[in-house]
């Protein structure tokens, strides 16, 4: 088994919180994991990606090579775009609609929409909408979490209970709202497949 | 794998392997990609309990004494800051080689290679090799963990500091790490020799031989070393030694990342001549895979490059510069190189940019106003934040070299005649190493205005403690400047008239000002909140 992921999104949207819910739940899996970041200069509204690799084997390196990437998840429809030279023809992409506009020359809603819709494995869902719906719009990264779930090797309480311990510290009011987050964009997927 | 492991970045690695090897004492300056050493030493209880010193230092220079002090005191001390800072703390690093430790002493310097927050990709193993003592690089979370570990332990066998050597990739990766036992700290004891730090000529001729001597120690550490494998194989047509990192990147090309060739991995430096001999003499050809500088090929081309044919770096096979990936080395070996899609046209950059209400755009909007009648090109300034000011819609700043060169290439320019000339420099930069350029200037009278934008923070390394904080005007009255031109400003859209007015005035004194704009950093003075409020929760 081997889920190699791009994370990609806009410094501060919290794709980090992403890749830990998956390390935690890899982990409580027995499973190897690699999971690369950038910090510093990116975080100034800059774009942001993150290199998780999740194995039954060790795994050699931190990064993933180009080609090979089982999945994409983006936070935001034009970051995603930007690593589509990491992903496996046979990889999914798996990104939020809402555009994080801070620079000028940024892309048409329609281009953008074109643009996933000619990856062959795509999800493109409105997060922010169904996080929402969920109880809060802060929630949307793990809606996207939630989406992405679908298409890793891993039982889906594995990554529920990646999300309890996540947000344990901060009472069950979250943990639920966050939960519910979850399972709504795996239905999402499950239905838009 | 073993539950029981911790998931750790590179860097966190470091940092619990060093507090599980006796550390007593780390000193830091921050920096990309290095900082997460000293925040994780501070976030830590165990650290705490053990009463383990744990404070950010002014900068690398005076870390990397005080670290030297501590190690004098018989106690296991660490240093850190990211490549550039090496360069601040070469001098009493290169002199810590001829003084020798007394408790043991790792320094670890991170190398940014493809420059991703950083103004060069130097490769810290210059100073390893320049300072002739032994170098760890790393090829995992697992064995950082291990060589702060034991590291503190062979630098008190060699008698020098060890210089540990990370990259990006390896300081800001997460993976598994297994824990060792806990070592008690060294008691506080003198050196045997009361004269072995004072390097008095004389006396440093002497430890200096016995430096030279114990290199063919330091070569034996290496051959032994766990850490620097032969790895055999059955097609002798190639060889490769890889550094670091870099044998990730090869074994990633391979099924079950068995590779075909000899491989000799080098994680402990000096490199081991008698395992290179043994492939060299093994195989047809040599391929050399290093993340950096190509330091180790240049050594086994050398200058005449009269033996096999030697592949890497110089010779094309692999780019000169930036950092390694699996892609890069594929293409290297002759292996087919995987590719996905093309990025669509229509994706754009994204650069970084200042904060929305952040107080450095306020002071780049006064000093644009104020400077009108002078014409641009005048503006000096330095690293952090504030350097953003450069980009659009700003396009406020002319230079930013390394720390501290703001005020100093300010005066250098107004030297040659161009005045008024302008210093743009943050908080932590200033007392980094700012003021011993003001006291140039105040000592000659340069007309310069100097504007320190305080923010109360080290913000562009995501907010950490300014050694700055509450002291600047102090500071710069004690340095000379006239109490009459330092003028501390508040950096808020209602101000800019009067700010601009302020500006205008000191861009007319004939000699040294300082403008203080003060207001925190909306990300640290957020973050601050937050923590008050968890407190007052519990
Ligand atoms: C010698 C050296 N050490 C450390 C760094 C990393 N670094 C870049 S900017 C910066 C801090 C800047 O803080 P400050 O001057 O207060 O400006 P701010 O980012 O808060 O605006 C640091 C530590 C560096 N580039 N060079
Ligand atoms: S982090 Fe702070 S200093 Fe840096 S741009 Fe943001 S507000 Fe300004």
New binding site residues.
Partial sequence: MKNDIILAGVGGQGILSIAAAIGLAAVNSNLYIKQSEVHGMSQRGGDVQSHLRISDRPIASDLIPAGKADMIISVEPMEGLRYLPFLAPTGWLVTNINPFNNIPDYPAADDLLTQIKAVKNHIAIDADAIAKEAGSSKASNIVMLGAASLFLDMPFEKIEEGIRQLFGRKGDEVVQLNLKALRMGREFSERNR | MNNSKLLLLGDEAIAQGAIDGGLSGIYA????PSTEIMEYVQGSKQAAELNIHRQWSTN?KTAMEAAIGMSYAGKRAMVC??H??L??AADAFINASITGVNGGLIVVSADDPSMHS??NEQDSRFYGKFSMIPILEPSNQQEAYDMAYFGFELSERLNVPVLMRITTRMAHSRAGVQRREVKPQNQLHLPSDPRQFVLLPAIARKNYKKLLVSQSAMELESEKSAYNQLIPGTDKSLGIITTGIAYNYLIENYPDHKCPYTVLKVCQYPIPRKQVTDLYNDCEKLLILEEGYPIVEEMIKGFLNIGKTIHGRLDGTLPRDGELNPNIVAKALGMPVTEGQLVPNIVKNRPPSLCQGCG?RDVYEDLNEALKEYGTGRVFS?????TLGALPPFNAINSCV??GASITMAKGAADAGLVPAIAV??????T?SGMTGLLDAVIENSPITVII?D?S?????GGQH?SATGRIVEICKGIGVHPDHIRVVTPLKKNHEENVKIIKEELEYNGVSVIIPQRE?IQTFARRKKSEKKESNE
């Fill in positions: 300056y921050p920096g990309t690398e800051f990211k550039v800072g360069n601040v950083s103004q450095h330095d690293i952090g934040c504030y390394d720390m420099i943050g908080d932590s930069t200033f980094h934008s923010n923070t080290t913000g562009m390394t300014s950093c």
